[in-house]
T-cell receptor, first 114, second 112 residues
Framework: GAGVSQSPSNKVTEKGKDVELRCDPI?????LYWYRQSLGQGLEFLIY????????KSGLPSDRFSAERTGGSVSTLTIQRTQQEDSAVYLC????????????FGSGTRLTVV | RKEVEQDPGPFNVPEGATVAFNCTYS??????FFWYRQDCRKEPKLLMS???SGNEDGRFTAQLNRASQYISLLIRDSKLSDSATYLC?????????????FGQGTILTVHP
């Protein structure tokens, strides 16, 4: 597609439920990144993919968070047993390769855990 | 100490003013540096890369001082449309190659 597409754009979920956030990167971009931004805070790195592999998972806040990427394209970030502190905007970005730092971000998924 | 530190501001300046933002980073292995811009409730967008020799893009000038681990952004002749949060961004280098670390951002408001 023309840009990075994320869905849903907004998600309200009850504490304890699982959620799946989807990212569709720019076609041909091999590198894909997940960040989150809490209200009034900076961007927090979660995980990145080179192709389908995730060399650096160090940013995932807990074992309730997982991510996968299939076919070198779409990625899914899953949060199990959501907690109120998971409320944030989850941003996905892609770039042509790891050596290209001109990230293009999607418009994000605003997650609210009630 | 945060990996990337910025003065959060806010900076409130009149149209036409010159304003400068500063940023320091802690990882001496960092190789690439950027300024991003984020409008309210929008995603960040790349404003410009920062090169060792300094670089300019229209009204925007970026400088890098590797010895002091310091980055700056200068905006000349501010426009109302420059109002946004400016994010200082560095790559983490080393085994985290590919990972960008974002500062908390500096808020700029340009008023008539």
């Amino acid at each position: 597609g023309a840009g990075v597409s994320q869905s849903p754009s907004n998600k309200v979920t009850e504490k304890g439920k699982d959620v799946e956030l989807r990212c569709d990167p720019i076609s041909g971009h091999t590198a894909l990144y997940w960040y989150r931004q809490s209200l009034g805070q900076g961007l927090e790195f979660l995980i990145y993919f080179q192709g389908n592999s995730a060399p650096d998972k160090s940013g995932l806040p807990s074992d309730r968070f997982s991510a996968e990427r299939t076919g070198g394209s779409v990625s899914t970030l899953t949060i199990q047993r959501t907690q109120q502190e998971d409320s944030a905007v989850y941003l996905c970005a892609s770039s042509p390769s790891l050596q290209t730092y001109g990230y293009t971000f999607g418009s994000g998924t605003r997650l609210t855990v009630v | 100490r945060k990996e990337v530190e910025q003065d959060p501001g806010p900076f409130n300046v009149p149209e036409g003013a010159t304003v400068a933002f500063n940023c320091t980073y802690s990882n001496s292995a960092s190789q690439s540096f950027f300024w991003y811009r984020q409008d309210c409730r929008k995603e960040p967008k790349l404003l410009m890369s920062v090169y060792s020799s300094g670089n300019e893009d229209g009204r925007f000038t970026a400088q890098l001082n590797r010895a002091s681990q310091y980055i700056s952004l200068l905006i000349r002749d501010s426009k109302l449309s420059d109002s946004a949060t400016y994010l200082c961004v560095v790559n983490s280098g080393g085994t985290s190659y590919g990972k960008l670390t974002f500062g908390q951002g500096t808020i700029l408001t340009v008023h008539p």
